[in-house]
Structures are given as structure tokens and as C-alpha cells.
């Protein structure tokens, strides 16, 4: 084995590429989502060093073009599950023994190669599968996922050289073991970087993993992974199944070696999951870690003071990239009435040249929503709007699943600032504003405290200072994630780390140092260079 204290490279936020007409990665991306469509691709599950089939396959299909056929995954069952289970604790004890930096580099690699020879094919195959534009693409599936490895080695590295101080003829040092066990990855559909980033943090600190993603978000994640096993990720490390939410939970959460959830998606599957832990409490070999980051009902409050033009364009880029479907998008705004007439022109402006379709061409700025049962749910909450005395839409509202699950950007306008629409999280392209007297600042406050049981992101607009810091305060709890005159989207690895609290998740903040601490089990060394060989201690003499 090899002996120093290595330095991984010195982390950095990956460029952004632009894809402006003309430049190779435009280029390069056309001809990835162009192979795409024009194949027909086959996806196992990954479990242990196998590729496995089943008879059962399900069709993979672009949510703005339905009827296309991308492909097919093969869904697992029960079996598949406990497959998965003992490759993970088949191949932990190699792994956990295996020297840091050698399990630190394969990510490292895995980073570069999602930089180099495979970003056009991640993020045509998260624009494809998900439907997110080019750029909400880039930002996700390439760039936030080469930080979260890049990243987190280097906050790896941090924690093993976080150190206790030793005493004269002792040293004392600090051991941080992966957890004893298997850990489970739940992941959701709306980030392929979240998807990654969740089952590799939990294994580049040694614990080994069953990963099931999203069926929603399963094309890109089989990208994931192929790039995973090319960087040199050892069988069984990481083990993909696509199986039903419930035929995992109960072989997973009934397990004696269930060590951690590493979760993202909704509250009220996260709050049953920890109930059924909760349950199962006395059947685990150790207390098992739980991760979660949930739902979403992000504001953005204006003062009197703020800029309306900046305002506005938070708004529509808050509310309406990737069709509100970011756990961080804004979907409630509360706006002074001294700057409504200014917001409200500059939104409907914005509005009317935003063009909305599929990924393929790139001049569309909004595409479709994820699936059929999102496209339902939206346009029901539409459909409130629409039956309401207290609320009236704007603009958008028009909704059409014929060949894609399209709901236009729908700004609504409500009286009551305790409406369902300003309440519950919608995720979709809906956003609802309240428009409060401009002397009411703090009761606006109150209100954004109090509305929602979230608490992840939110942003506050003003210009002055002292209704800044008055906002820092009182909404204190409200987001785990406040922007001081910016958009509540966006945060960026190593700049903003995510992850709130409230019925928001455990805030265990994806992105940081913190959230790799859970996924260790620290043991304190104390070694005694010359110990005492006699029991006496010097106040027992005699006077």
C-alpha cells in the first residue's frame, strides 16, 4: 500500500458551455440527440459484475414526444432486490479496505470522462428522457454532477485530515469507517445529477450501494453508470435496479444490514419511508442514517425598494426553467403594489416570446412536463384556478398532452394569500402571486413564514438594506437556502450548498462537507506510548 498524505487536485467548478449557434458542443450535442433518437437502446440493471434482463420491459419515451420510442429497461422484481443486496455486501469488504485515494481517483476519472468523451451523450440522454433544453441539460447532468465528484473528494480528503489533539505520551487520532452494512439510494427524476450524486457520495466514503433510480430518469442514469464502471468502479460498489418503489422498501427496510437512505423526492414518501425505518428499528445491526431532501414551496418576497426589471426576470427564470419541475422553483411571490404595474408588464412581455416545445430545437425555452400523471396533476391545479372567485390567470394556462405533456408558464393572481395554489408545492409551471400593500412589509413576512410547511429555498427583492436584514431574520427557518436579489434556483456545488429543512428534507446539505459526515461511523483511537503499571494515583498517599 502506498504511504503519504496525497492532495487530490484542487477542486473546480466545471464551465458552463454556451451552445450558441456555431460552436462544437452545439454540434456534438445535435449529433448525440440525433444517434439517440434514431436507436433503439436495450437497458439492464446493473447488479454485481451482470447486465441483467428480465421479461418484463418498459418503454422509454421523450415526455414532448410520447409516442417516440427511445427504447426499453428491463424491470426487476423481489429477487433482483436481494440480488442487489448481497452484491453490496459481497463486494463491501474489498471496498471499505480499499486505500482512499485509489477509490477518490476512479471518481475523479469518472468526472473527466463525464467532461470529455461522454457530456454530449448524458446530456442528450437527460434532454431526451427528461425534457430539459440544452442549457438545463448542461448545468445538470454535466456540470453539477463533475462537481459533486470533484467536490466531494476534495471534502473527503478534509474529513480524514480532521484530527483530535494528543497529550503528552498519547496520540489520538480519529478513524471515520464507512457504515456497517448496506446503504439505498432512492433518486428522483428532475436532476441526472442528482441521481449521481447520491449513491456515489455514500460509496467514495467506502459503503456500498443499492441505487434505484426514477423510471422517469432511467435513460440517464444507465449513462451514469456505464461512465461509472469505465472509470474502474469495482462490481458490486454501486448496484442499479429498476424495480417498484414498494417491492424494494420492504425487502430493503426489513434487512438486518440496512445502514442509510440517501433519498430525494417527495414528502410524503420520505415521511412513510421513516415511519417503516422507524418500525423496523429494532430488526438493524446498527441505527441506520437517513438522508432526505423533499418538497419545495419556494417564494420570492419583494420589498417596496426592490428593482421591478430584475424582479421579473427572477420570476420567470425562478418559476419557469425546466417547467417548475426544481424542488427550488419559485412558485409563490408576494409583491408590493407600488411595483405590481412594472413586475406585471415585464412578465406578460417575457412571456409572450418564450417558445415552448420540444428539446430538439433549441429556441424553445420551455419544453414538457415529466409524464402523464404530472401533466394530470398540473392541470387539475389549473383547473382550481380557473373555478375560483379569488384567483384569476394571467397568462399561460392552456394545457395540451396530444403529442407531449406541454402546460404553458401559467402566472396566477390571487386575493387570498392563503389560496391552495400559494399552499401546496404544484411542481409544474405555475406560479401565483400575491400582490400586499407596500406598507404591510413585515405582515407580508409573517405570511411567507407561516403559508407553507416547507422550508428549502426563497429569495428576497429590495434594495434597501435594512428590510434585507429584516427578511434575514425573520425568515430565518423559512429556507434552507435564502438568495439576497436572486432567482431561489441554481445553487451551485462548493458555492451554495442544498437542502432544507421543515417538511423540506433533514438539510443535510447536498454539496458539502456535511453531507458526507453521514455517511461515516466515527471510532476514536487513543494509544498510550508508556502506560501506568500501578493503580495508585498520587492523592491516595499518606499525609
Not at 124 to 151: H, V
Not at 180 to 199: D, K, M, S, V, Y
Not at 441 to 453: G, I, K
Not at 496 to 518: E, H, I, V, Y
Amino acid at each position: 500500500m502506498l504511504k503519504g498524505f496525497f492532495n487530490p487536485p484542487l477542486p473546480q467548478n466545471e464551465p458552463v458551455l454556451d451552445y450558441a449557434p456555431g460552436s462544437p458542443e452545439r454540434q456534438a450535442l445535435k449529433e448525440a440527440l440525433q444517434e439517440a433518437r434514431g436507436k433503439e437502446l436495450d437497458v439492464p440493471m446493473y447488479i454485481g459484475g451482470e447486465e441483467v434482463r428480465t421479461d418484463t420491459r418498459h418503454k422509454l419515451s421523450p415526455p414532448h414526444d410520447h409516442q417516440h420510442v427511445l427504447g426499453y429497461f428491463h424491470e426487476g422484481d423481489a429477487s433482483h432486490v436481494e440480488q442487489a443486496i448481497n452484491a453490496a455486501l459481497g463486494a463491501k469488504a474489498a471496498w471499505e479496505d480499499m486505500a482512499w485515494e485509489h477509490r477518490a481517483a476512479i471518481f475523479l476519472r469518472a468526472a473527466d470522462l463525464l467532461a470529455g468523451p461522454y457530456r454530449a451523450e448524458v446530456n442528450a440522454a437527460t434532454m431526451l428522457g427528461q425534457s430539459k433544453n440544452a442549457f438545463q441539460a448542461e448545468i445538470d447532468s454535466a456540470c453539477e454532477m463533475i462537481d459533486f465528484l470533484r467536490f466531494n473528494v476534495a471534502y473527503m480528503t478534509q474529513i480524514y485530515a480532521e484530527q483530535p489533539e494528543s497529550g503528552a505520551g498519547v496520540w489520538n487520532r480519529m478513524e471515520y469507517r464507512p457504515l456497517e452494512g448496506f446503504t439505498f439510494a432512492l433518486t428522483p427524476f428532475n436532476f441526472t445529477a442528482i441521481a449521481g450524486n447520491l449513491p456515489t457520495s455514500m460509496a467514495m466514503m467506502g459503503n456500498t450501494v443499492v441505487w434505484k433510480p426514477a423510471y422517469t430518469q432511467i435513460y440517464a442514469a444507465q449513462v451514469l453508470m456505464r461512465v461509472f464502471r469505465e472509470a474502474g468502479l469495482p462490481d458490486g460498489v454501486i448496484n442499479l435496479i429498476y424495480v417498484d418503489g414498494p417491492v424494494a422498501g420492504d425487502i430493503i427496510f426489513n434487512h438486518p444490514d440496512f445502514a442509510g437512505l440517501h433519498f430525494t423526492g417527495s414528502t410524503g414518501v420520505f415521511q412513510q419511508l421513516w415511519k417503516t425505518i422507524g418500525a423496523n428499528i429494532g430488526k438493524y445491526r446498527t441505527y441506520p442514517r437517513i438522508v432526505g431532501e423533499t418538497g419545495g414551496k419556494d417564494f420570492v418576497l419583494a420589498h417596496k425598494s426592490a428593482e421591478p426589471k430584475a424582479l421579473a426576470t427572477a420570476l420567470i427564470r425562478g418559476a419557469f426553467e425546466f417547467q417548475g419541475q426544481k424542488c427550488s422553483a419559485a412558485s409563490r411571490a408576494y409583491i408590493p403594489n407600488n411595483l405590481w404595474g412594472d413586475v406585471k408588464r415585464y412578465l406578460l412581455d417575457d412571456l409572450k416570446t418564450i417558445k415552448m416545445g420540444g428539446v430538439e430545437d433549441f429556441s424553445n425555452f420551455v419544453n414538457a412536463v415529466i409524464d402523464e400523471r404530472a401533466f394530470d396533476k398540473i392541470a387539475g391545479y389549473i383547473e382550481k384556478v380557473n373555478e375560483s372567485p379569488v384567483a384569476q390567470i394571467i397568462a399561460g394556462g392552456k394545457c395540451d398532452k396530444s403529442k407531449g405533456y406541454f402546460i404553458e408558464p401559467t402566472v396566477v393572481v390571487t386575493e387570498d394569500p392563503m389560496f391552495t395554489t400559494m399552499c401546496e408545492e404544484i411542481f409544474g409551471p405555475v406560479l401565483t402571486i400575491y400582490v400586499y400593500e407596500s406598507e404591510w412589509f413585515e405582515e407580508a413576512l409573517q405570511l411567507v413564514n407561516d403559508t407553507s410547511p416547507y422550508a428549502l429555498t426563497g429569495a428576497i427583492f429590495a434594495q434597501d438594506r435594512y428590510a434585507v436584514e429584516l427578511a434575514s431574520q425573520r425568515l430565518k427557518n423559512a429556507a434552507g437556502n435564502f438568495y439576497i436579489n436572486d432567482k431561489p434556483t441554481g445553487a451551485v456545488v462548493g458555492q451554495q450548498p442544498f437542502g432544507g429543512s421543515r417538511a423540506s428534507g433533514t438539510n443535510d446539505k447536498a454539496g458539502s462537507m456535511l453531507n458526507l459526515l453521514r455517511w461515516v461511523s466515527a471510532r476514536a483511537i487513543k494509544e498510550t506510548f508508556v502506560p501506568p503499571t500501578d493503580y495508585r494515583y498520587p492523592f491516595l498517599a499518606e499525609e
